[in-house]
């Protein structure tokens, strides 16, 4: 079965240049979520997305970090002008429902040189 | 803010071992869940735990959840070379959403 993609896989970028991540979370799926994962660290919440509910936008590190959700199904996660701290791996997921388990994709690999 | 620590940070181990690693948090936790990364994927979710004391296993896993709420504990008996990979521990990160808040990780090793 479909689970949920991320795209692209890896990313490398100059720093400064801004760089967009998009999520595909599995179909029905109500709630999607970003995380941060960087070296040999765990994850970090980022943004939560519920619905038609307003997102909660608590664990962006910056206004540099924007994040969008278009018709309830698809989200993009957007840094502007990219810093080297910004490399990480950058993890979607998604749940059937705003307390159900949360199924991650196999995350996008961000390097800012 | 809530913080949780996890040890150890990393075990190399021979098959056929059991493994134990353990969680704890700054504040009581009404859940625990234990989540398992292997290299290149996102984490999978392997147990989670709803009630203080509560004892639970899925295969060779087993979990417990603190009697004080601030800890939880999993072991892994018998241990096989796909259990290598990367072990988080995880808890409601607070506030209205279900935002999680994890362990910094164990990194299993299982030579063959």
């Known amino acids: 079965g479909a689970g949920v993609s991320q795209s692209p896989s890896n990313k490398v970028t100059e720093k400064g240049k801004d760089v967009e991540l998009r999520c595909d979370p599995i179909s029905g799926h109500t709630a999607l979520y970003w995380y941060r994962q960087s070296l040999g660290q765990g994850l970090e919440f980022l943004i939560y997305?519920?619905?038609?509910?307003?997102?909660?936008k608590s664990g962006l590190p910056s206004d540099r970090f924007s994040a969008e959700r278009t018709g309830g199904s698809v989200s993009t996660l957007t840094i502007q002008r990219t810093q080297q701290e910004d490399s990480a791996v950058y993890l979607c997921?998604?749940?059937?429902?705003?307390?159900?388990?949360?199924?991650f994709g196999p995350g996008t690999r961000l390097l800012v040189l | 803010g809530q913080q949780l620590n996890q040890s150890p940070q990393s075990m190399f181990i021979q098959e056929g071992e059991d493994v134990s690693m353990n969680c704890t948090s700054s504040s009581i936790f009404n859940t625990w869940l234990w989540y398992k990364q292997d290299p290149g994927e996102g984490p999978v979710l392997l147990i989670a735990?709803?009630?203080?004391?509560e004892l639970t296993s899925n295969g060779r896993l087993t979990a417990q959840f603190g009697i004080t709420r601030k800890d939880s504990f999993l072991n892994i008996s018998a241990s096989i070379p796909s259990d290598v990979g990367i072990y988080f521990c995880a808890g409601p990160g607070g506030g209205a959403t279900n935002k999680l808040i994890f362990g910094t990780g164990t990194l299993l090793a299982v030579q063959p």
């Open positions: 997305f519920q619905g038609n509910s307003a997102p909660d």
């Open positions: 997921a998604s749940s059937l429902g705003g307390y159900g388990t949360q199924y």
């Open positions: 735990l709803y009630k203080a004391g």
